[in-house]
């Protein structure tokens, strides 16, 4: 067993297919087949159950996954422990972000941060909110910013940039001309809503019960797994939704979209910069954390 071998195993967990992590690894799809094969006689049991096209780790593959991710993160700290001492940075770095970060704030803030630092390789772990979070926790990420705070001791968060939310019709809509509803006019409506696990969600929950109301008084007639499906579900009148602006700058400005307040709801929020309180950042991950505390100064 070395290292190599484990990293081939991982991509092939990942991604549920030999083929798919042979091109993720520059590898042919026969000498990914021979890693796991010298991996499994090394241990002596299958970690692999090949069912027709999608693979999927045995519970002995589940057991050496997870201590071939520390193995894997511990090679990688140690790069860069080195690198550091060398007076470089250099190296990978996994963060997270939920949808609407993702989408447009983190992009350009690696951009730059890369050309700051090019040997440093970026990778971004895109999800919801509960989704990011709990790589967090478990190790996977190093940090990410998320669309909600999290009642954790385990996470650490700081505020890192304010987002506005806003109800949003299509431009066809009879509110469109508005500029505000009454909340007695958004319980009539429609209402398209995002999955459990979203920040936005979360927020809209905070910002409800925070005006006396309930999520349950809603009309909801659909829940959607992300912020783009929400906005064509709106665009294709099938209702109205709650999203952050920064999601609908283009429809805003072509008008295809309208965004109106809501009377006695307050629907601000905030981004979380977010990372495990009790493990130690890498060199890379600090570096990084002081570039986003320049940033937002």
């Known amino acids: 067993m070395d290292l190599w071998q484990l990293h081939i195993f991982c991509k092939v967990i990942e991604n549920k297919s030999f083929s798919k992590a ?3 690894a520059h590898l042919s799809q026969p000498t990914v087949s021979s890693h796991i094969k010298d991996l499994e006689d090394h241990f002596e049991c ?3 159950d090949r069912l027709g096209k999608e693979v999927n780790p045995t519970r ?5 996954y997870r201590y071939a991710k520390k193995l894997l993160a511990l090679r ?3 790069e860069m422990a080195m690198a550091e001492f060398q007076g470089m940075l250099k190296g990978k770095l996994l963060i997270g972000g939920s949808t609407i970060p993702s989408a447009y704030i983190l ?5 730059r941060f890369s050309k700051e ?3 440093v390789t970026m990778s971004l772990v895109v ?3 509960e989704y990011i979070a709990g790589e967090i926790l478990s190790g996977n990420l190093e940090m990410g910013i998320l669309g909600a705070s999290f009642d954790n001791k385990k996470i650490q968060q700081e505020k890192f940039i304010q987002d506005e939310m806003k109800l949003i019709v299509s431009a066809s809509h009879p509110l469109a001309n508005r500029k505000q509803v009454s909340m007695k006019q958004l319980f009539q409506l429609p209402f398209i809503i995002r999955e459990s696990g979203s920040g936005t969600l979360r927020s809209m929950k905070n910002s409800f019960e925070k005006a006396g109301h309930s999520l349950d008084e809603l009309k909801i007639i659909a829940e959607m797994g992300s912020t783009m499906a929400v906005i064509q579900g709106v665009k294709e009148n099938m209702g109205v939704s709650i999203v952050s602006t920064l999601s609908i700058q283009e429809d805003l400005k072509y008008g295809t979209l309208k965004a109106l307040s809501i009377d006695g709801m307050n629907l601000n929020r905030y981004f979380y910069l977010s990372w495990h309180k009790h493990r130690s950042m890498s060199p890379l991950g600090t570096a990084f954390k002081a570039f986003l505390d320049n940033q937002n100064k």
Do not use: R
Not at 60 to 64: D, E, I, Q, R
Not at 107 to 111: A, D, K
């Open 22 to 24: 042979g091109l993720a």
């Open 127 to 129: 999800g919801d909110s």
């Open 46 to 48: 299958v970690l692999i």
């Open 60 to 64: 002995a593959g589940k057991l050496l």
């Open 76 to 78: 990688d700290e140690a």
């Open 117 to 119: 630092f090019p040997d």
């Open 107 to 111: 992009p350009p803030i690696i951009g």
